[in-house]
């Protein structure tokens, strides 16, 4: 197999190294759902707005973090963890 970029390495790391109990949540679903969590940490990581943005600037913050959202609301759901549980992270 070919060696893998450092971001589909901790893709597949968070894959494959994620520790759960088996019998709260199926281990796939698990390692799916830490997957995810890495991607969205690699693609389209947390930024906190700066006080002074112009507006143009401010969309695409936005919507850098609506897909992070969706990613993690994603991996959340893989792990069966409920929206209010989701809100409280």
Do not use: F
Not at 48 to 73: F, I
Request: glycine share 2%.
């Amino acid at each position: 197999m070919t060696e893998l970029s450092p971001a589909a390495q901790a893709v597949w790391d968070a894959y494959e190294l994620v520790d759960c109990d088996p019998y709260e949540i199926d281990p796939r679903k698990a390692g799916l759902s830490a997957a995810l969590e890495a991607v969205a940490d690699r693609v389209v990581p947390y930024e906190k707005a700066p006080d002074l943005m112009r507006s143009p600037d401010l969309e695409r913050l936005a919507q850098r973090q609506h897909t992070r959202t969706q990613l993690l609301a994603i991996a959340d759901e893989l792990r069966g963890a409920t929206p209010t549980e989701t809100q409280q992270q």
